[in-house]
């Protein structure tokens, strides 16, 4: 029997070791595994399925992803169709999104004064209060406020002057929106209410070199008996605000009445005391 030159290396060691007859039984072993066909790779190869590409060469997705996109497309398209809700309708908010009597004006002049806001807005109706934002290390009005009405109705009415020009600015007027995120300013937040016998009122945003004597001459037409400023306890400076004792209730009324009146440079916040007491 005829035994392939390339088995040779293979066979000639083995045949020293072990003889002839297991030599030729080796190499005929050899000879039947060199002739079986090889399993092909071509039925893996075909078992895998094709990716599809487009015409950039790019794998497209599956046939159940791609009928989700085209879902999630049109679901796009619909609802780019349906019209926008008005702002300040309500809808997904609820109706409290906005301050009824309220509005905020913005992009005034630094220069402008209280009164020409005032004289601005009261075309529109009674003005209940009116709080200018200002910035904190000056005490400058930073051309933003907020106008509280008696009535709705002149809240409304307020928004036709969004646009006006003032000096070299143009005034926006739009409703005050609620926040419920985010906690606001203690400047924009309601006035505490009076407590049974109180006659002590906070006087807030105060100068720096405000003293006792400058708060007596401030509230001259009232019945002082004691102003008790606040101290920093490592600098022992003024914090920018006192509270003041009052003799009687008629006093304090007086005293109430000149909330955000303009002392040393700075609009004061006035408010009844709210006791520590339980």
Same mark, same amino acid.
């Given at each position: 029997m005829c035994i392939r030159n390339r088995k040779k290396s293979t066979i000639e060691p083995f045949k020293k070791e072990h003889g002839g007859g297991a030599a030729l039984a080796l190499a005929l072993a050899l000879v039947m595994a060199s002739d079986e066909p090889k399993p092909a790779n071509k039925d893996k190869k075909n078992n895998r399925k094709k990716v599809k590409k487009d015409k950039w060469g790019q794998p497209l997705p599956p046939e159940s992803e791609e009928r989700e996109a085209e879902e999630l497309l049109e679901t796009v398209k619909t609802a780019a169709a349906e019209p926008e809700t008005a702002p300040g309708s309500g809808a997904g908010r609820g109706e409290d999104s906005y301050e009824a009597n309220k509005v905020v004006a913005s992009g005034m002049p630094y220069s402008t004064t209280e009164e020409e806001i005032r004289e601005m807005f009261e075309q529109c109706g009674p003005i209940f209060q009116l709080q200018l934002s200002r910035f904190?290390?000056?005490?400058? @009005?930073?051309?933003?406020?907020?106008?509280?009405?008696?009535?709705? =109705? #002149?809240? %409304?009415?307020?928004?036709?002057?969004?646009?006006?020009?003032?000096?070299?600015?143009?005034?926006?007027?739009?409703?005050?929106?609620?926040?419920?995120?985010?906690?606001?300013?203690?400047? @924009?937040?309601?006035?505490?209410?009076?407590?049974?016998?109180?006659? =002590? #009122?906070? %006087?807030g945003n105060l100068s720096w070199n405000v003293t006792e004597d400058d708060i007596i001459e401030c509230f001259n037409t009232s019945k002082i008996s004691s102003v008790r400023f606040a101290f920093d306890k490592i600098t022992g400076k003024s914090r920018g605000f006192c509270h003041v004792d009052f003799e009687d209730d008629e006093s304090l009324e007086k005293a109430i009445q000149k909330n955000q009146t303009e002392f040393h440079g700075r609009p004061m916040k006035i408010a009844y005391a709210v006791s520590n007491r339980s």
């Open positions: 904190p290390d000056s005490g400058n @009005f930073r051309g933003l406020a907020f106008i509280t009405f008696e009535s709705e =109705s #002149a809240a %409304i009415s307020a928004l036709s002057l969004d646009g006006t020009k003032m000096g070299d600015r143009f005034v926006r007027v739009e409703k005050c929106r609620v926040d419920q995120k985010r906690k606001r300013k203690a400047e @924009f937040l309601a006035d505490p209410e009076k407590a049974k016998g109180c006659l =002590s #009122a906070y %006087i």
